[in-house]
């Protein structure tokens, strides 16, 4: 490569063999070693030799990390694209119930002010005038009756006009129920255009957005060994947060004698606590590999999606193998932590008796955003 000089006249024409990388450095780029010392003092270690990043940009230029590089683009490319799927599709889902609440609101309007026409003016006198008419037509009878209707009742082959007291407490029912719409409908789309206006600055700035995963505490007191898993291995939890949620990933106690073929568990995730309820809101398999890392005997398995776990509301996770394994274990365990409740599903004959109790488990901790 041709070596360039730094045009600085005080800096004598001394080569640019240097490179900043510091994000936040107003002269990142390419420098000279007078540049070093005049403005990247309090940077030095993001500053590189020229040859050291280009060494290092060749050596992982090979065919395995191209091809990881490409694999891992398409993976950035299919998800981008799903994003657009999704937003296109709310957004039409959005459109169609804004369409449907305005009918419906517009609808109820209306039959409010037929029935609010009583209360005004001379609407109920213009109604017994037009049926005291000699000559009407079908329509003219039913408008007529159909304005008055709500002052009638009948009860037992009797009608009567409602009396004054029963007048004003139509009158009284029909304010309500315009002011529970009003209330309904102003605190919704007020919520529903505070909630878009917070995801378009998310839009403007998803990079601002820090996602923080934080770890349970684990539900365990003492660790034991020799846990023989081979069957659904469960338990029902409840978030203490008195707000939403999201659940990232759980702790899995370490195996400790493999099986020949590779080990894999469906996870599924149940709104309830009972595994009957077919309520699934997330499905996924782990593969668990010998060589997977294990902190304490526990183990992060991490879901390809966060899962939204609201207040309150017990959701249940079962862990199936697909084999026989030796794993640990917890014993004495806490019913709560200061995140959790905790409580023990409720199986049918399709799951197993080897289920996770308060006791003994071999999920002990839980991984979530907020």
């Known amino acids: 490569m041709q070596t360039l000089f730094c045009e600085d006249k005080e800096h004598l024409d001394n080569p640019l063999n240097l490179f900043c990388l510091e994000v936040d450095c ?3 780029g390419l420098i000279c070693s007078f540049c070093l010392l005049k403005s990247h003092q309090d940077h030095v270690k993001n500053v590189f030799p020229l040859k050291t990043i280009i060494q290092s940009l060749n050596k992982a230029n090979n065919p395995k990390n191209q091809q990881e590089l490409h694999n891992k683009g398409n993976e950035i490319f299919g998800k981008h694209h799903k994003i657009k799927q999704t937003f296109r599709q709310n957004l039409i889902e959005i459109k169609e119930i804004l369409n449907k ?4 609101i517009e609808k109820q309007i209306k039959l409010l ?12 006198e213009k109604s017994i005038s037009m049926l005291n008419m000699e000559k009407l037509t079908k329509v003219q009878i039913e408008s007529a009756i159909e304005k008055i209707e709500p002052l009638l009742k009948t009860c037992d082959g009797q009608i009567w006009i409602l009396r004054d007291t029963e007048v004003n407490q139509q009158a009284q029912k029909l304010i309500k129920t315009a002011e529970v719409i009003e209330r309904e409908s102003k605190y919704w789309l007020e919520k529903c255009l505070n909630d878009l206006k917070k995801l378009f600055e998310t839009c403007q700035n998803p990079i601002k957005k820090q996602i923080k995963i934080l770890s349970s505490q684990n539900r365990y007191q003492l660790t034991y060994e020799q846990w023989n898993l081979k069957e659904t291995d469960a338990i029902c939890l ?3 947060k008195k707000h939403d949620i999201w659940l990232s990933g759980v702790g899995l106690y370490e195996i400790t004698t493999w099986p020949e073929s590779e080990l894999s568990f469906q996870v ?7 595994l009957n309820s077919k309520k699934i809101i997330y499905q996924d398999k782990f593969v668990i590999k010998n060589d997977m890392e294990f902190v304490n005997h526990i183990g992060k398995l991490y879901f390809t999606k966060a899962i939204k776990i609201e207040y309150d509301k017990p959701y249940t996770i079962a ?16 019913f709560e932590t200061d995140e959790f409740q905790f409580e023990e599903p409720k199986f049918n004959q399709e799951y197993s008796d080897n289920s996770t109790t308060i006791n003994q488990g071999v999920v002990p901790q839980f991984f979530y955003e907020e």
């Open 319 to 334: 862990l199936t193998p697909n084999q026989s394994c030796l794993s640990y274990y917890g014993a004495n365990g806490k």
């Open 268 to 274: 599924q995730i149940f709104e309830g606590s009972n």
């Open 101 to 104: 609440l305005e009918r419906e």
């Open 238 to 240: 409840r978030s203490k």
């Open 113 to 124: 002010d037929l029935e609010a026409d009583l209360f005004v003016g001379d609407a109920f």
């Open 26 to 28: 107003q002269q990142k």
